[in-house]
């Protein structure tokens, strides 16, 4: 099956630092998701980006859809303790109208050090 | 309240019982999803169903089972389980349609195979 690569597998920083994740993968996608996973809770869409080169914000959360159409990164300015979670990316292919499936990375731990 | 349930919330199950996991969803979603999620594997997809009526095999479906009898109701169904099923059961539905591309999670079910 494909392979979504997300890297790093975790991180430790301290509140108020920036942070930045990515996901690279060997197939194309048309969409690009982000999501994030609070213990005990289900995936949270936090942005879609939907053209390569693309650059979205949502608050302190800017993302970018690579213009090879095989990454994309997630960035996270001046961390709050509130974002700590799971970060997944999630790729997803355009195979024909009602089959739209996405592929999950592997998940960026993000832990918050007082 | 709209959204994605599952129940149980988590199980401990004997190796060879049956299980059925169940989910159901309130938003008339075309789409759903089964996905099981393990430490550095990320979301691996077992089944999904395109509408009601139709499903389909993801990624891992060995050892699984699904129906789509209604839009509502996605079950999916363990015939007989075995340890190396134990992990994190995410239920997931979005409405079909290119750009409504938005995955809503139910909050999981942890099953644990002894």
């Known amino acids: 099956g494909q392979q979504l690569n997300q890297s790093p597998q975790s991180m430790f920083i301290q509140e108020g630092e920036d942070v930045s994740m990515n996901c690279t993968s060997s197939?194309?996608?048309?969409?690009w998701l982000w999501y994030k996973q609070e213990p005990g809770e289900g995936p949270v869409l936090l942005i879609a980006?939907?053209?390569?080169?693309e650059l979205t914000s949502n608050g302190r959360l800017t993302a970018q859809f690579g213009i090879t159409r095989k990454d994309s990164f997630l960035n996270i300015s001046a961390s709050i303790p509130s974002d700590v979670g799971i970060y997944f990316c999630?790729?997803?292919?355009?195979?024909?109208?009602?089959?739209?499936?996405?592929?999950f990375g592997t998940g960026t731990r993000l832990t918050i050090i007082p | 309240i709209a959204g994605i349930t599952q129940a149980p919330t988590s199980q401990i199950l004997a190796a060879g019982r049956r299980m059925t996991l169940r989910c159901t969803q309130d938003?008339?979603?075309?789409?759903m999803y089964w996905y099981r999620q393990d430490l550095g594997l990320g979301l691996r997809l077992i089944h999904y169903?395109?509408?009601?009526?139709?499903?389909g095999k993801g990624e891992v479906p060995d050892g699984y089972s699904v129906s789509r009898a209604n839009t509502d109701d996605f079950p999916l169904t363990l015939a007989s389980a075995v340890p190396s099923q134990t992990s994190v059961y995410f239920c997931?539905?979005?409405?079909?349609?290119?750009?409504?591309?938005?995955?809503?999670f139910g909050q999981g079910t942890r099953l644990t195979v002894v």
């Open positions: 999630a790729g997803q292919r355009h195979l024909n109208f009602g089959n739209e499936k996405l592929t």
């Open positions: 997931a539905s979005r409405a079909q349609g290119l750009g409504n591309t938005e995955a809503f």
């Open positions: 197939s194309i996608f048309n969409t």
């Open positions: 980006l939907y053209k390569a080169g």
């Open positions: 169903s395109n509408t009601a009526g139709t499903t």
């Open positions: 938003m008339r979603h075309n789409a």
